[in-house]
């Protein structure tokens, strides 16, 4: 339960239902999280917070996630943080898209919360 | 390339040709035969001139020896009385006859230019003649002066021969040089009739032959574009007359007509092709609206199990509002299900109406009361305008008019933030107006003509941006035709939407399943 070890995760998802689920399990998992519920308010959530990992939602008001991944992979101090993607599109052709943007990893919707919990620790220990 | 036969029609062409050929040959053998008839003049001329000196000739030799012999006879009369024996007399009398049909056959032969000749010869051996008669017929009658050695009249009429004879002589050469002449350019005028034939015929050859093969040029050429998938290439129709015209008019029509057909395929292809993209697209969109709710009812109940197996007291207000929003994940889950086999009934025809008496106001009031919350989300607020008549009754369907003011009324909501939806409606005539004005983000006219077709949004981000299958107004337009009413829009970018449905009040005429 506390494999979090209080890493520091930004969860970027602007359904608030969802963000707020998902947080709660990042809490309950021992980690620290801070959200943000549009494109523009994550990259200035990763300048700000600095976090060790970014949950990043595809379909967001403002900048799409898309376009945030491809900015903070283009920012010198945004571009070690890790990404994941997560998104309710399910095609092989959005996982392509996710790689290419500069995603790190990908995850879709429905979450399978175990598998993104390993995913999240393969990436911090990276 | 200026000729005229560029405008006549093929056959026009090949009679035209004919006629000349012909009329060439024609003026070929009307110069032979002049040539042939010319021929045959001078023959004749040249007969009767040789007929002629040929008679002058004998003329000549008869007059010497009668001479010779009524000299000899003048002669022995003097020196001797011997009579002149009857025979005697008349073989020298025939002599004298026989040279008188002479003179007189020279005289048929003589045309009128030696006329005046002849007739002086003829006077002058007449008298002679005469003379010798006279001298035969008095040789035994001693008494008679015989007087014949006189060489005047002789030598008068052998000048007279003489003259007549040069003078025949002199017109047969004219003449026959005239009809040589005469010869010479018929002859002429056939080698150059027959060259010119020849040439003229190969020259309208050529030219048949290269204004028919220009014009067969162009249709191939016109053929060939079209073949090549040049549809839009017209075959040049006014260079042309007659049937080569009407063939490449019909060519012309031909493509015509093919590029009708490819567009009319093309365009049908095409909007296969739409409706294929925008049924991928509603998939996907589908398949995104479905996770999204999908995505919290999983992920809660697996954090509510989870928070189960802690230890401690569990927080039961924090559980029940847990529970709460699976819930609401878990209606909206059915609502969007529901849209989904509502448009799928609609496609397949299989979609049932309820008519029944309904009172339209409250109606619309009781669907805004439960949406208030969709208006707090955005921070618009509603402005109702439901007239003062909240008693008009229709005759209608209240489940399908409930779901299209609910859909006009989410969509309002989803597009507008922070402005104010505006819902009213009113009877007028015999039709429920019903109106949902926005003041959100509006459409531009091309977005406004395909926003109500299945399966689309006004932009394809619009699934991204604000959710939605793209089915809500594809819904409320069938729904709104099913009851025998229409749906109208008018937008503008940046300007907000206003939607009028229009419903009759006696319910759908005319359809048979309104019964």
Redesign the interface.
Known sequence: MSSGQGRKLLLVEDNEVNREMLQRRLLRAGYTVVCAADGQQALDQMRAEAPDLMLLDINLPVKDGWQVAREASSDEALRSIPVIALTAHAMESDRQQALDSGCDDYATKPIDFPNLLVKIETLLKS | MSLKPKSLSLRARLYLFSVAILTLFAVNVATHLWGSFARSESLVAYRDAAAAAQLVNDLEQGLESARQQVLVLATLRETTDDPLGDAERETAMADLALLEQRLQRLGALAGEATDDYYRRLFDSANALLGEWETFYSNYNRPDAAVSVESPIRYNDTRQKLEELDQRQEFLAIQRSSTIDGTIRLTDRITVIGFVTTIAVTMLLVILLIRSANSSLLRLKTGVQRFGSGDLSYRIDENRDAGEIRDLARTFNDMSGKLATAIDEVNSAKADADAANAAKSMFL?NV???L??P???????S??LQ??LGDAGEMDRDQFHHDLG?II??GRQLLGLINEILDLSKIDTGKMQINLEDLAPMPLAVQVCDALSPLLAQRDNRLELDLADEQDISMFSDAGKLQQIVTILFSNACKFTENGLIKVSARAEDNWLLLAVADEGIGMTPEQQGRVFETFEQAESSTG??YGGTGLGLAIVRDFCTMLGGDISLSSAPGQGSRFTVRLPLTGPVSNPEAA
């Open positions: 996907a398949s995104h609206e996770r999204t999908l995505n919290a009812i999983i992920g809660y697996e954090m989870d928070e929003t609401l994940s991204v941006k």
